[in-house]
Nanobody, 115 residues
C-alpha cells in the first residue's frame, strides 16, 4: 500500500502565494508520475499539474505561468508552488501518484483564496 500525505493548504488573500507538499510512503516500487488535482465545490476534480520521472511537466491552462511543480526524488515528495493566487483557485487540492502498482490519492488539503 502507498500513503500520500499533503500539507500546506491555507487561507490566503488574492495575489498571495502558497506551497503545497505531498510525501509518498509505503510500498513504492517505481513512481512514474506525481501530480496535483483540485476539486472546487460543485465541480469535478481537475488536473492542476503533473511531473514525470523524467521531469517532464504538464499544467492546466488556468495555472500556467503562476504555478510550478517540482519533485524531490530522494524523499518521494512533490511540491506545488502557487503564486498570484486567484479566488477561482479555491478548492481541495489532491496529490496523485501513479506507480508500478497503480494509482493513489491523498486525502486532500484545502486552499482558500479570499480577501
Amino acid at each position: 500500500q502507498v500513503q500520500l500525505v499533503e500539507s500546506g493548504g491555507d487561507l490566503v488573500q488574492p495575489g498571495g502565494s502558497l506551497r503545497l507538499s505531498c510525501v509518498a510512503s509505503g510500498n513504492i516500487l517505481s513512481i512514474y508520475v506525481m501530480g496535483w488535482y483540485r476539486q472546487a465545490p460543485g465541480k469535478q476534480r481537475e488536473l492542476v499539474a503533473t511531473i514525470t520521472d523524467s521531469r517532464r511537466t504538464n499544467f492546466a491552462d488556468s495555472v500556467k505561468g503562476r504555478f510550478t511543480i517540482s519533485r524531490d526524488y530522494a524523499k518521494n515528495t512533490v511540491y506545488l508552488q502557487m503564486n498570484s493566487l486567484k479566488p477561482e483557485d479555491t478548492a481541495v487540492y489532491y496529490c496523485n501518484l501513479v506507480g508500478a502498482y497503480g494509482g493513489y490519492w491523498g486525502q486532500g488539503t484545502q486552499v482558500t483564496v479570499s480577501s
